[in-house]
T-cell receptor, first 110, second 114 residues
Framework: GQQVMQIPQYQHVQEGEDFTTYCNSS?????IQWYKQRPGGHPVFLIQ?????EVKKQKRLTFQFGEAKKNSSLHITATQTTDVGTYFC??????????FGKGTRLSVIA | DSGVTQTPKHLITATGQRVTLRCSPR?????VYWYQQSLDQGLQFLIQ???????AKGNILERFSAQQFPDLHSELNLSSLELGDSALYFC?????????????FGEGSRLTVL
């Protein structure tokens, strides 16, 4: 079945450094979504990408969907302590439920 | 507040026991999803219901079952519990029955099996 791999599993950065997490699917996706889960919290939707090569920005966050619609990335510029949490990508394919990656846990050292 | 309500928030029980987790989706959402999150693991999809009918099944054990009631709330039943069933169980809802559109997650039910 469809698999979604996410790297790195953990990332520790100094406050102000940039951060990137990558997501790869074993199959072509119809869309990809990103979620953030704060420590002790629940996943919260960040964004959905549906078009090949799509790039979307939310303040310091930049999301990309690959041309082949099999990979995606989330880049955070100048991290802040409020960015701490686990970032999940989730791939959608037709009528099947989203398949989540294992997430990248981001720690930000002040 | 996502609008998705899960109860109980915490549950401690013994091996071999049975528990029921409950979920009320956001008003108007027809789809309910159940996910299991173990320590340092991602979100494992268990099962999806849409307007009372089972829509999709993931890695759900035979000891687990779920249903969605006419008022759209859902229950996840876990029986013959084992230590390895200890996890955070999330319910999520969405407007539609297909994979497009965001999922709204509840705060989860943390199950500890001793």
């Amino acid at each position: 079945g469809q698999q979604v791999m996410q790297i790195p599993q953990y990332q520790h950065v100094q406050e102000g450094e940039d951060f990137t997490t990558y997501c790869n699917s074993s199959t072509t996706l119809s869309n990809i979504q990103w979620y953030k889960q704060r420590p002790g919290g629940h996943p919260v939707f960040l964004i959905q990408l549906v078009k090949s090569g799509e790039v979307k920005k939310q303040k310091r966050l930049t999301f990309q969907f690959g041309e082949a619609k099999k990979n995606s990335s989330l880049h955070i510029t100048a991290t802040q302590t409020t960015d701490v949490g686990t970032y999940f990508c989730a791939g959608g394919s037709g009528n099947t439920p989203l398949v989540f990656g294992k997430g990248t846990r981001l720690s930000v050292i002040a | 507040d996502s609008g998705v309500t899960q109860t109980p928030k915490h549950l401690i029980t013994a091996t071999g026991q049975r528990v029921t987790l409950r979920c009320s989706p956001r008003s108007g959402d027809l789809s309910v999803y159940w996910y299991q999150q173990s320590l340092d693991q991602g979100l494992q999809f268990l099962i999806q219901y849409y307007n009372g009918e089972e829509r999709a099944k993931g890695n759900i054990l035979e000891r687990f079952s779920a249903q969605q009631f006419p008022d759209l709330h859902s229950e996840l039943n876990l029986s013959s519990l084992e230590l390895g069933d200890s996890a955070l169980y999330f319910c999520a809802s969405s407007e539609q029955g297909v994979d497009t559109g965001e999922l709204f997650f509840g705060e989860g039910s943390r199950l500890t099996v001793l």
